[in-house]
């Protein structure tokens, strides 16, 4: 079992970044699909990026292309998030999670990941 926990998130000016890590226990890290989410207060949980365990193919939300970048480095049972040009609207606490299933599965939905981390809060102060 793969166990997640978040953190670097915090408290930014908007224009600002934030690097999101998530450090994942468990020997079957890199066979796993990880991706972000992301909840704001009476919002549901939406979809932020995934990458594939294999060849890191990766997926964003439209909104955060070509601002946020997500890598891993399966050595170091480590998925980062790198957060440039923030926003006031992407103020949420922040989900790591892991799928069993490939990239090219459905995986934009929280019900497609089996794990979560618990959250990291990211607030961009306009």
């Known amino acids: 079992q793969v166990q997640l926990v978040e953190s670097g998130g915090g408290l930014v000016q908007a224009g600002g970044s934030l690097r999101l890590s998530c450090a994942a226990s468990?020997?079957?890290?890199?066979?796993?699909?990880m991706g972000w989410f992301r909840q704001a207060p009476g919002k549901e949980r939406e979809f932020v990026t995934a990458?594939?365990?294999?060849?890191?193919?990766?997926d964003y939300k439209d909104s955060v292309k070509g601002r946020f970048t997500i890598s891993r480095v399966n050595a170091k049972n480590i998925v980062y998030l790198q957060m440039n040009s923030l926003k006031p609207e992407d103020t949420a606490v922040y989900y790591c999670?892991?799928?069993?299933?490939?990239?090219?599965?459905?995986?934009?939905?929280?019900?497609?990941?089996?794990?979560w981390g618990q959250g990291t809060q990211v607030t961009v102060s306009s």
């Open positions: 468990g020997r079957t890290f890199s066979r796993y699909t």
């Open positions: 999670a892991a799928s069993v299933y490939s990239l090219s599965s459905p995986h934009g939905s929280p019900t497609d990941y089996e794990l």
């Open positions: 990458i594939s365990w294999s060849d890191s193919t990766t």
